[in-house]
């Protein structure tokens, strides 16, 4: 199990180093990460013709492609709002009574605000790119053996760890700027203005702070499931890099 784990810690994300050759390259695949876990455990020295440096160059450079990969598609035009998965919604407790609202002549400004959040984050999404890439830099030898020992979703939750703070810094600016843009700030207030006048729980009305958590849940939620099949189901694309690291697992 471990060595299927380490997986995530060369191929994350979309690398896709056998996909033409299914049968061969989990035989190669195999005997690589054995000799990696070897490596990474030891924390010293080399196995075979792989050395500590190669595979945590790897590790980043795997790393790199698919948080890129992840932030490019929820940056795309309507990467939050066509996609149900991480669609950002008005909070839960204004949902309960969403049929009310449009029921007195609400429905287009609940439209017009959850359509600008969403758009909000896909804005936001862009400036990720360059924080995961800073963390990814950082990453130590230690940091790759608990991955490596860790859960699902270890690689998920380093990433986290590293980043919420200046995630949370450079995305309420941006997501601020875009949803004043389109006047969400105006609507939000509008709705919800309206709707604590009759509810029994008010809504908090800082909508910056609601869509930049969820915006960070949505880039989140992503990396984990791509982690997560990665960890089972190695995909392709080859840098450099992972051609060496993979050819020297022969």
């Given amino acids: ?12 994300l979309g690398m896709q180093a056998f996909a033409q050759q299914k ?19 030891s924390g010293k020295g080399s ?8 595979i945590i160059a790897g590790l980043k450079e795997a790393l790199t492609q698919g948080t890129s990969k992840t932030t490019n598609q929820l940056s795309s035009v309507n990467g939050f709002f066509k996609d149900a998965a991480i669609k950002i919604l008005l909070p839960e407790n ?16 609940v439209d017009q605000a959850v359509e600008s959040m969403n ?9 990720a790119a360059p924080i995961f890439l800073n963390s ?17 979703t ?3 939750h380093y990433l986290k760890k590293t980043t919420s703070p200046e995630l949370t810094a450079a995305f309420k600016p941006v997501i601020e700027t875009s949803l ?25 009305t800082d909508i910056n702070a609601y869509v930049t958590e969820r915006a960070m849940n949505g880039i989140f939620y992503y990396i984990g499931e791509e982690e997560k099949k990665i960890r089972t189901n190695p995909a392709a694309r080859v840098t450099d890099i992972l051609k060496k690291v993979f050819g020297s697992s022969k």
């Fill in 154 to 156: 270890a690689a998920t």
């Fill in 94 to 109: 204004v949902r309960k009574v969403e049929q009310k609202m449009r029921l007195l002549g609400m429905g287009k400004l």
């Fill in 119 to 127: 758009h909000a984050a896909e804005d936001a999404s862009k400036s």
């Fill in 23 to 41: 049968d061969s390259g989990s035989s190669k695949l195999g005997g690589f990460l054995k000799k990696a876990s070897s490596v990474l455990n």
């Fill in 136 to 152: 990814i830099k950082k990453m130590q030898v230690q940091d790759a053996v608990d991955i490596l020992k860790g859960t699902d």
């Fill in 180 to 204: 004043k843009k389109v006047n969400a700030t105006k609507y939000w207030t509008d709705v919800f203005t309206l709707y604590n006048k009759v509810a029994t729980t008010p809504v908090n």
């Fill in 1 to 12: 199990m471990k060595k299927i784990v380490f997986i995530v810690l060369l191929t994350w």
């Fill in 47 to 54: 196995a075979g013709a792989l050395s500590t440096d190669e």
